[in-house]
């Protein structure tokens, strides 16, 4: 596949400074482009690496310059996922269902759809069309899969969850497994029998090594178009609105609510029963113990406004130096009062 | 399955309020009960959802006042545990061994077992009565299985584990990987044999995506009772105790012992070799660095008593000020012995 | 097997005090060894179990003492590989290719290549000699795995990664997933197609359940002699220099370089695009969130300076009380210059 600098350029919906028929067979980083091969400069700091790429030609943003044939865009990032898709299209040939492949009763399975080798299909579980399951997945009793859904090796879905339309589900990742709920009785902790469901609604991405549990009763839900990132965990009842971003290893505690568009950056963890209001920013590594109104700014342990925690952040390098001023400053004190 | 209130009432040890013969056919959500269904109203904070509910009654704890057929009962978390049980009885077939199921030399099976699908079980292992084993697992060679133990998809048990009675293990868990030891020679690190074992006691269970490395030399052992959520690790040659709680994401180092009925929230790490005294309580997110007496409540990153911290967190929110008022201070006290 | 103590001590070049031909059987710790074994003191800590232990002999480091049989060894730790390796010679036979193991088009593999059960293998995987693949392991097309390198059950290796010579990997981790990157257009978050690669060198060992993602372009590197523990989750495009070691459950953002020897304790943080410099120490729970010179040792949140941390942590404690000092205080001194 090979594409002229303007042909890209149309693609991309940007401007481009050079030779027009200049021959591009490819697109790499910076650091691993051959000549030949077209790279971005997505951020300034990236420019010194762009000088010494081998890359023929680049895709900028509007404020970047560099003397070589140049395609400037108005939106670096979505120009990226262009330029990626031109030179890689999507593509995954319907493979069928393989002849190790286990499958159970009364499944249904749609049109187009791919089931890899050793995959386990349990019974009354349903396959929308054009799904592609990879090896060595296993889909519990019950489960349905929607269209269009791609699920990496080695993931397991327990029996009776859902899967929407367009989900993607990377490998390691466990969904539907139990809520992790005990009654203490004498010492000793009796398990809650967990049977609710987890309903994962159209256009999730799912990371690798992820564990979602299912609900005690009801349901566990992922809001359509929410994006969850590795290892992280998702207790049971939770319901996560759509369009979240949750980076890697978040902890979600059970009963949680989390609004659309909220932005959870890696490693915070959540105390149970919360509220979080849509379109909330918590910070990385927080850990958010109260109920948070819609548009939310938080960060640290536990959780403030990110305003206050960052001027108490600023503040902590002086606490050494203000105890040894307090014990000073009593003294003197105390010695202004006794002349008196 | 049906059952009426009183019926339902006699089973739960509670008192009903309402129609004696009201027959109901599934226990539910407050948010997806239908008609016909129970629920369960656990805490005060649920009312105005149980308003709403569709549910035909409810199972309430003493406090709590509804308009509906209702059965109270003295603890609600334990009567959930029947209620649910009522209506969803424990029901799991005995299978026998699936003919993808590969299984090595000198194998001791017992009685009622299933194994699954793709499963492969070592060579010398020993499976007791009554273990239900997905499809997908693996079992290394001379592992041990005791009776009533159930294993879900996709776990991986290391040679030479041994697991107890009545054990139950969820997808993507891995008991027995080599423990993090290495020795520093010149800048190279060099592995350390992990010949040890594990062993996890009788009526444990664990989440998801749980590690749990072999002993160097000696035991990894994990109590009878205890119970460990998703995604946790637990180091070569640690120790817990007997039914100790382990919420999500908890990571535990090499050779750290954990007391009995210690209950450790998620989120939190412990240096190596501590030794953490029974019955202790840890809060979310802590980072514990020194040794524990029995009865301890810490939180907090690094972990001090649980009201210290409590303190230091009320009081960080006045640091940046107190930053300013101690600049003001000073030359306020420097002005008035000026003036002495 | 069965060595004498001189043999041992010849093996350990260490020097013996007892019966130089006292037989000994195995290697054990200290609460397991029976009559017979030989255990380790390796901290002065051990002895009080040593005087229990009923290990006939002891391995000890040069300023510790006990009652029996011992030998004496200037390195505790490179003495306790050499005893394990005698008492435990590393041996793992050849297998061969299971028949339940299915394998793609136009691959190539080595000599002396063990492949397990229910094994896939992908079109055009390139597998060298004396590599030991567990059962239930997936490689995807294109992925190429050196000579000597041992793979553990249900590892999932994503299509084109490459892994190096003497690798170990452990059961349940994920190689060469999607980065997390998505361009939030009108409040739908669009996917950036992961294209790039990831590339793990020689001789480096990751443990259980870890995630490492595939490079939007470029490669997601891991660079030789690098020692990875469990549930540690490396984003997109991220270099790992050589020999670092990375502790349990670290999480290492996009794009973030860390230089040779550096040490990363456990549940560290990184935000992204960081550079961290070589032989760095970042202490456990760290959040690191600035670029980091080489030789930095930091600690906290945000992580600071190593010294200068530890003042705050001390420190912190006190702040309750300097809270209501600073109000009396301000009270007193307002006083004084009332009086002036």
């Known amino acids: ?48 690496q762009a000088e010494k790429s081998r890359a023929s030609a680049f895709i900028v943003a509007e404020d970047i310059e560099i003397k070589k044939p ?9 120009a990226m996922i262009r330029a990626i898709n031109l030179f890689n299209p999507p593509s995954r040939s319907v493979l069928g269902i393989h002849p190790t492949c286990n499958i159970g009763q009364r499944v249904k399975i749609g049109r187009e759809v791919t089931l890899g080798a050793h995959t386990v299909v349990g019974d009354e579980v349903e ?13 519990g009793d019950g489960a349905k899969i929607g269209s269009g859904t791609i ?6 879905i327990y029996e009776r969850v859902t ?20 009654v203490s009785v004498e010492g000793e902790h009796r398990k809650i029998p967990q049977v ?12 690798s090594n992820v ?70 920013i918590i910070g990385a590594k927080s850990g958010v113990l109260s109920n948070l109104p819609p548009g939310s700014s938080v960060v640290g342990i536990p959780a ?14 002086r606490l050494p130096e203000i105890v040894k001023d307090m014990k000073d400053l009593k003294k003197r004190v105390r010695k202004l009062e006794g002349e008196k």
Not at 18 to 44: F, N, V
Not at 70 to 78: A, F, H, M, Q, W
Not at 127 to 139: A, E, M, R, S, T
Not at 151 to 156: E, F, G, K, L, R
């Open 1 to 48: 596949m090979e594409f002229s600098l303007q042909e890209i350029a149309e693609a991309l919906g940007g401007e481009f400074r050079g030779e027009a028929g200049l021959k591009l067979k490819g697109i790499s980083s910076l650091e691993e482009a051959q000549e030949g091969d077209i790279s971005l400069i997505t951020r300034r700091s990236n420019l010194p």
């Open 70 to 78: 140049i395609i400037r865009v108005k939106d670096i990032r979505l």
């Open 127 to 139: 396959i929308g069309d054009n799904v592609f399951i990879y090896p060595q997945v296993h889909l």
């Open 151 to 156: 699920i990496y090796p080695q993931v397991t």
């Open 163 to 182: 899967i929407g339309e367009e989900v993607i589900i990377h490998s390691g990742t466990v969904i539907g497994s139990d809520g992790f709920g005990f």
């Open 196 to 207: 609710g469901k987890v309903a994962i609604e159209d256009k999730v991405e799912i990371g």
């Open 211 to 280: 564990s979602i549990d299912r609900a005690t009763l009801g349901t566990t839900r992922i809001g359509s178009g929410t994006k969850i990132d590795n290892l992280v965990q998702i207790g049971h009842n939770v319901t996560i609105g759509k369009n979240v971003i949750i980076v890697a290893q978040v902890g979600i505690s059970g009963s949680v609510t989390i609004g659309d568009n909220t932005i959870i950056a890696g490693q915070v963890g959540f105390a149970d029963h919360l509220t979080i209001g849509a379109n909330s």
């Open 304 to 317: 403030r406004p990110h305003m206050e925690q960052m001027r108490i952040y600023a503040s902590l390098g």
